[in-house]
């Protein structure tokens, strides 16, 4: 029986921790498929520079309450201009001269504890936190390499809040104006590029003689700021830590136009691929585990082509219903999205395979201030990484050519056959009575609560992916639920709030510069436990991706009312980001220094990191716990792959009874190189004078 197509989910673009586009295409799961994508958020004003003196120094430890935290910081606001870029002639851009010299109030937070008592030591150093979609408090309450580093270096500590983020909002109501709304929209200027030149222009505000050397540090979209801004600024930044930096997760620094795939290249599914290696790497689990033994992988990929064939008939989607403990019965047109819910907290999960509870991730994403457990996809595979008794037999992998028994015959005899996106019975037997089967479906529903039900508390769930763009939406349709029904907007300053609520700052970054992080466009290609495919068969490259859909952005970016200000999609959309790959050079970063990448091998984003060419895919934990790459002849760029590292695990608080070895290598490392810049920094600062 032919499935109809499920109502199109608006496709994801990245959130707090740049979070993956998941393409998810309809599969038929018993003739072929029609090809069609769907898509599976005291305060003190200062006016005048002012140089810091101490306060008392206080140590914090490295876990539990001991650790800074806001409590400890001292918030300002630093007035910037909301266009950077058209300043008067003769005025100085800093001065807040913007469109018709409008501003907004930049928040950024201070602690001079560890700074010099002695003018002596006003050329000490400042570490400076390139703030990244979320309000500032997350990055100063996590930021822990910053906080144990600084005591050690005498640093100035400063956390930078993004433009249009917590308390860094330009007023929205200049847009109420229809004649403003006659050449820009509220989110016009919102770009990297204004945000790094705020960045700017406050460190030249902390220390207008530029005496002191900037370290700049950020994670996930803020590792990406902090490596541009010493690329963009190298006056003003003496070095920068990247952590988790995807900046070479867009198409130009994949391959050419014209499909050649350049050397560093993870190829269009390796976001979904890392997942799936994270799982089966020989030194994960911590304590154990081997390609040999470990069963979560194939046993996921057996899973999603059985909720296929369950979802074909009325008793087996009440089996589904029953086993996902589903909200409210299924329809045949809701197995597509039941895959897609089911699929989508595997992301997540490894981005946040932290080796303690953490509540980073889950409150990035709306899930409130809960912790995920220790190690998550671990905790995930559990039950998956048993021997349930599933037999998959790879006939042709780049062809997603599969058999699939599940269960002896004494057990079943169901046997399944995988062609790409369909799916046939090849052997019937007991069918949906199979007990391995059944026993596989719940031990994927204890995969999925581990994110879904992370509170501990859901009694049951509405198949709503764990990374979309109608996230807005649903959580609408529960307070609506909840008796609180929000008013509709009537002005275009209300349409700009609910934006920023609903999706922070990501969407509007990525429409106004057509930032296509298409590396997580892929999955289910035949290298990962994914299944079905997400694009048609003969689709070997980013060439022939963005031929299928020449504009994945489009729906998200969509504007009807004109009022957030994107470029025109028919004018100037992009799909291969050019504007960026131009702006920051792509993988052209032979005559750039002194910045640090690192990437965890558990985070899928590691597959948009900046490493060695050919260096592509690292040793995969079969080498040391950390591995060091020189990513140019000259030594400037260094890369550092941790082999159990999740999103940015060496910037987070070190924890010394649970951190994995690879961060507190990584941990050293970093000191070491900061120090070698700030040393690097004042030696030049000398000779100049000289």
Known sequence: MKQAPAAPIVQPILSLLLLPSIFLLIPDVSVGSSWRQAAPRPVVELT????????????????????????????HFYSQPLNHFSAPAGSRRRSGSGQDGETFKQRYCVYDGYSGNDDDDDDGPIFFYTGNESPVDQYVNQTGLMWELAPKHSALVVFAEHRYQGESVPDLTIWNNPERLKYDGCFTHLTSSQALADYAALISYLDPSHTRPVIAFGGSYGGMLSAWMRMLYPSSIAGAIAASAPIWGLPLSQETKDGTRIGQSAGISGAAE???????????????????????????????????????????????????????????DDVVSLLDWAQSPFFPLAEGDFPYPSSYIPFSLNMGDVDLPAWPLQKACAELDKDIGVELIRNDERDVDYTIRYGSDNDSGLVLGIDWDNVKVVENGNGLRSATALKLLNATMAAVSVWFNVSKTAKCFDAVPAINEEEKEYLQSLRRANGIEPPSPKTPAQSCQEKLDGETVWTSLVCNENMN???????????????????????????????????????????????????????????????????????????????????????????????????????????????????????????????????????????DDDDPECATIAREIEDMYIGRWIMEWKEGRKSCAQ
Not at 276 to 284: D, E, F, H, K
Not at 519 to 530: C, E, L, V
Not at 546 to 560: H, K, M, T, W, Y
Request: charged content about 20%; aromatic content about 10%.
């Open 48 to 75: 005048r520079p002012r140089r810091y003196r101490p306060q008392q120094r206080q140590q914090q430890g490295k876990t539990g309450q001991g650790r800074m935290s806001m409590a400890n910081v001292t918030c």
């Open 274 to 332: 890392v997942i799936a290696r994270a799982v089966t790497l020989p030194s994960y689990p911590p304590g154990g585990g081997s390609e040999e033994t470990s069963h979560c992988s194939d046993n996921l990929l057996a899973t999603w082509p059985l909720i296929s064939y369950y979802g074909q008939t009325e008793l087996g989607r009440d089996i589904l219903m029953e086993t996902f403990r589903l909200c409210t019965p299924m329809g045949q």
């Open 517 to 655: 992080q298409i590396i997580t466009a892929a999955r289910g290609m035949g290298n990962d436990f994914y299944w079905p495919p997400t694009f048609p068969r003969k689709t070997t490259s980013f060439k022939d991706i963005l031929a299928i859909d020449p504009d994945p952005l489009g729906e998200i970016c969509a504007d009807p009312d004109g009022v957030f200000g994107y470029p025109s999609r028919e004018e100037t959309y992009d799909s291969w980001a050019t504007w960026l790959d131009d702006m920051y050079g792509g993988t052209r970063i032979e005559s750039r220094s002194s910045i640090l990448f690192s990437n965890g091998l558990l985070d899928p984003w590691s597959s948009a990191g900046v490493y060695q060419a050919g260096k592509y895919p690292p040793r995969g934990g079969k080498g040391e716990p950390v591995e060091m790459q020189n990513v140019t002849a000259n030594g400037g760029i260094i890369a550092l792959i941790l082999d159990l590292g999740g999103h940015h695990l060496d910037l987070m608080f070190a924890d």
